[in-house]
């Protein structure tokens, strides 16, 4: 059982290039989510998705886009990558809750480390 | 927006130590989550907090929700090297359906 698998696992980009990381998920899971962790900061969210169809902004989405491409994938993209995106970025997701305030354990990938020259 | 600290930001214990790490929120907080991540790997879920006041405990953790359900806690007994980690919480504010706030995650270090 995979779980939540993301690609690559390492990268490293020069300033002004793009790419995209890859996210899938076998657990049918509806929600999905991406998240940058750098160091003093915790987790920041960049972009969710409640369920296949739909994308919404979290807390830090400028430079990126998403696709929820089904219901297993969600990738994001950065156009023109910057230094300031050097971080790693997690990918997660879970089953919503039955209630506004029963929320689901959230399940993590291992993680993109991306470093941008 | 909404603000999720925890303090201390880091902490180093000898083996048999107690340890608490606290989180405090700007705002209510629907439920709040506990997360363990260790060094170079992925946060994994340890549990999740619902009601005013509720405590939980898991072996050596506790977990506790405040009565205003604006801060919680987690107290680990007689720590050992395999708590080595970072500990996150994370809460759900009433109305962002799905959306987490973590926060910013205490580090702990335990020698022998």
């Known amino acids: 059982n995979a779980g939540v698998t993301q690609t690559p696992k390492f990268q490293v980009l020069k300033t002004g290039q793009s790419m995209t990381l890859q996210c899938a998920q076998d657990m049918n899971h509806n929600s999905m989510y991406w998240y940058r962790q750098d160091p003093g900061m915790g987790l920041r969210l960049i972009y969710y998705s409640a369920s296949e169809g739909t994308t919404d902004k979290g807390e830090v989405p400028n430079g990126y886009n998403v696709s929820r491409l089904n219901k297993r994938e969600f990738s994001l993209r950065l156009e023109s990558a910057a230094p300031s995106q050097t971080s790693v970025y997690f990918c997660a997701s879970s089953h919503p809750g039955q209630r506004i305030w029963d929320n689901q354990p959230q399940h993590f990938g291992d993680g993109t480390r991306l470093s941008i020259l | 927006g909404q603000q999720v600290m925890q303090i201390p930001q880091y902490q180093h214990v000898q083996e048999g130590e107690d340890f608490t790490t606290y989180c405090n929120s700007s705002?209510?907080?629907?439920?709040i989550q506990w997360y363990k991540q260790r060094p170079g790997g992925h946060p994994v879920f340890l549990i999740q907090?619902?009601?005013?006041?509720e405590v939980k405990k898991q072996k050596r953790l506790t977990f506790q929700f405040g009565e205003a359900k604006k801060n919680s806690s987690l107290h680990i007994t007689a720590t050992q090297t395999t708590d080595v980690g970072t500990y996150f919480c994370a809460g759900l504010n009433t109305g962002t359906a799905s959306k987490l706030t973590f926060g910013t995650g205490t580090r702990l270090q335990v020698t022998l």
């Open positions: 705002t209510t907080l629907s439920n």
């Open positions: 907090l619902v009601k005013s006041g």
